[in-house]
């Protein structure tokens, strides 16, 4: 951690336009409360555009990581109960991305003092405010996004779903053969999977119940823990939050809603993923993410990422493909994405999901700017 002078002796200083904004340290007794200001904050800088100031991005630990419940899982009791603590030992902490002056604001506004509690600096011993690294936070994150998905995401199954190819360990007749997952169900006796063996050349499909996942190993094993459940859950969230916009059913309470979703969707962003495909997939949801966060920075940033998935992925299955052109669309509002994107699964129908053929109809209710003619 890094700590700048003491503002409580000096006036802070007005920013100068050169000043970068840093991940201050901040404090508050009630998490879910200043989480519900900071939304506030920015729907209010969403819709005040003359004041010209951007979307604040904040961190809130104890709000980010929910408490876990041992039930979920008793053979990880002791996991579970560490993830907790760790959730405890972060309470008052709220991580705001902004410069100085910003920071300022946000501490001298009325309804910061209207609180009976107060969001204040988190302080060194010579009363210094503390600000961390963008590297120590994308550190802290990665601890709490590692924990909150090993438990919220596909419980207890991390890494499997519908349609995820397994190979059959079980003693018997099938053993060695791989099959798809069909369904998973939870039960009193743990998890019991219904899968499908593929027959007459993929004609028909033997459905093969009660599996245990003892019984199987996936056969794209990845230690990595974005996976494809949370892809989906995100894909899915995300066209949601689109499809409100564009069809402008959003109420106040889902707006809030919204904000906390994204944020906390946004923070996944810092995670490095080695998967070429999943990689794709994932950094064109996070530009569909910023470009509802009205982030520019991040927006330019990660329009330049999915261009270069763009290009390089030659050998993307094609519903890859309509999503990152359907991500820049969303981004650029480039006429030549949208086309492109339903050329993708216009050719190959039978790859789009139910999801993706959502999100193919909403870019299509949103208006275009000028083409371009090159892309770099």
Known sequence: ?????????TPVEASSASENPRWYVMLHKNPQLIDLQLQRENVRRRHDAE?????????IPFCFLTRLSEKIDESRTEEIAQANQLREDFHDFVFIHATR??????TDGDWNSAMRSHLHHYRDVRHRAVFITETEKDHLISIFAERRLRFSIGLPVPNLGPDVKVEIRKEGTFKGRIARII??????GGISLKLGLPMFNGMKELKLP????ADIQAQDATAEIIGTIFVQDCEKKLTDILERRVRHTETDQTRRQDATTLNHTFLYSCIAIHDPQVSARF????LI???LRFDRESLRALTAVVRDHLTQGHDFPS???ALLNFALYIATRDADYRTAGKQCLHQHPDCATDTLRRLMSLVGSLRSKRKRHSKC
């Open 1 to 9: 951690m890094e700590q700048e002078g003491n503002t409580t002796s």
């Open 51 to 59: 004041a010209g100031l951007p979307q604040l991005e904040y961190f």
């Open 101 to 106: 002056q910003q920071i300022a604001q946000l």
């Open 183 to 188: 369904e998973v169900r939870h039960t009193p």
């Open 210 to 213: 009660d599996f245990t996942l």
């Open 283 to 286: 950094h064109a949801l996070m």
């Open 289 to 291: 993410c910023a470009t």
């Open 319 to 321: 519903d890859l493909q």
